[in-house]
């Protein structure tokens, strides 16, 4: 089973990076999220990816790091009516971290404004992955699990920054959608460390 792939970018598109990797083209399909976040051409990433092989095609799809990956599985493997195609469109509309918060809190409103994600969808996608998504930790990480073992995997310590970050814009008018994508832009400026206040103050500048 293959975990990653670490390749020079030869090409890449909104939804779709072809990584040379030893002479090997992977055509790898990402979620907008992810494809923020590639290298020009020429540059070297390594993407986390989630074959899905079936009687007659392969495609492999990558994210930024292993718990996108393993979320992206959870989704499309335990959440009747959600492929793979509509799993991009979920994590391309919104990034992981508000997608982790919106299921935490049952906000399947949200969740039902992107593409191909009806009501009776995005409350599915609720009540299937809320056990699945582990508590916060101390520091305001939170856990997935994968089903694969009894432990999850922590978030990055920056995850409470970006959504409190996102939930300060929102309080000032922005759109979910909208302020998740401007704090995104923010947080690959800054760094994942970034405080609340500096990827608000970021995200104001740019919006």
Do not use: W
Request: with cysteine.
């Amino acid at each position: 089973m293959i975990s990653f792939i670490d390749g020079i970018v030869e090409h890449a598109t909104p939804l779709e990076v072809v990584l040379n990797c030893n002479g090997i083209g992977y055509r790898i399909e990402v979620p907008v999220t992810t494809s923020e976040k590639i290298p020009g051409l020429g540059q070297r990433i390594r993407l986390h990816v989630h074959p899905v092989y079936r009687e007659d095609s392969q495609a492999l799809y990558g994210f930024i790091n292993p718990e996108e990956r393993d979320f992206f599985h959870l989704v499309t493997s335990k959440v009747s009516g959600i492929g793979p195609k509509i799993g991009l469109n979920l994590m391309s509309r919104l990034s992981f971290n508000m997608l982790r918060e919106a299921i935490a809190r049952g906000d399947a409103g949200l969740l039902a404004k992107c593409p191909g994600i009806g009501k009776k969808t995005a409350e599915r996608l609720c009540i299937e992955l809320k056990d699945k998504l582990g508590p916060k930790s101390g520091s305001g990480a939170v856990t997935v699990s994968t089903g694969n073992s009894g432990e999850g995997q922590a978030l990055s310590p920056g995850a409470a920054a970006f959504s409190d970050a996102v939930q300060a814009l929102v309080t000032l008018g922005f759109k979910m959608d909208h302020a998740d994508k401007a704090v995104r832009k923010a947080s690959q400026a800054l760094g994942g460390e970034a405080s609340a206040d500096a990827l608000i103050k970021a995200a104001l500048k740019t919006s």
